[in-house]
T-cell receptor, first 111, second 115 residues
């Protein structure tokens, strides 16, 4: 069945350092979404990527969709304490009425 | 805050109890979802409703029973649960028939503990 793996599971960074989380699917995806969940909170939509090789930026966040549409990454430049939380990718598959969520990467930023 | 409101926020229930979780969305969306979030596991889709009709049931045990009386309200009825059912239950909604094409708006969740 469809599997979306995310690495790393945990990441501790010093404030100001960069951070990257990677998402890999066992099958080709139709699209990929990224969500952020703050501690004690709920997932909040960040962005959606649809096209092969697509790159989108939101301030210090850069999202990339692989050429084969089987992987994606989220890169945060110069992390801040407000970036703390768990980042989830979620992949869609043609014909499936569902988003397949990754296990998430929990980011801790040390001031 | 997100337009999707879940009650209660916390629930402790015994294995013989019957309780219900409620979700209400004020976004005019057509689709609503129940997700289960357990520690160290991906978000698990439980049920999907589109225009009040159930379109997905991901092999969820019958001790979980969803109800969608209209496009704005979604319930999850619980009975004879097991301790392993303890988790955060998230409701979400989206505009459009399939979640994968539109962003999902999540509620704050109900933290359920089964004792």
């Amino acid at each position: 069945g469809q599997q979306v793996m995310q690495i790393p599971q945990y990441q501790h960074v010093q404030e100001g350092e960069d951070f990257t989380t990677y998402c890999n699917s066992s099958t080709t995806l139709s699209n990929i979404q990224w969500y952020k969940q703050r501690p004690g909170g709920h997932p909040v939509f960040l962005i959606q990527l649809v096209k092969s090789g697509e790159v989108k930026k939101q301030k210090r966040l850069t999202f990339q969709f692989g050429e084969a549409k089987k992987n994606s990454s989220l890169h945060i430049t110069a992390t801040q304490t407000t970036d703390v939380g768990t980042y989830f990718c979620a992949g869609g598959q043609t014909g499936a009425n569902n988003l397949f969520f990754g296990t998430g990467t929990r980011l801790t930023v040390i001031p | 805050e997100t337009g999707v409101t879940q009650t209660p926020r916390h629930l402790v229930m015994g294995m013989t109890n019957k309780k219900s979780l409620k979700c209400e969305q004020h976004l005019g969306h057509n689709a609503m979802y129940w997700y289960k979030q357990s520690a160290k596991k991906p978000l698990e889709l439980m049920f999907v409703y589109n225009f009040k009709e159930q379109t997905e049931n991901n092999s969820v045990p019958s001790r979980f029973s969803p109800e969608c009386p209209n496009s704005s309200h979604l319930f999850l009825h619980l009975h004879t649960l097991q301790p392993e059912d303890s988790a955060l239950y998230l409701c979400a909604s989206s505009q459009g028939q399939v979640m994968r094409n539109t962003e999902a708006f999540f509620g704050q969740g109900t933290r359920l503990t089964v004792v």
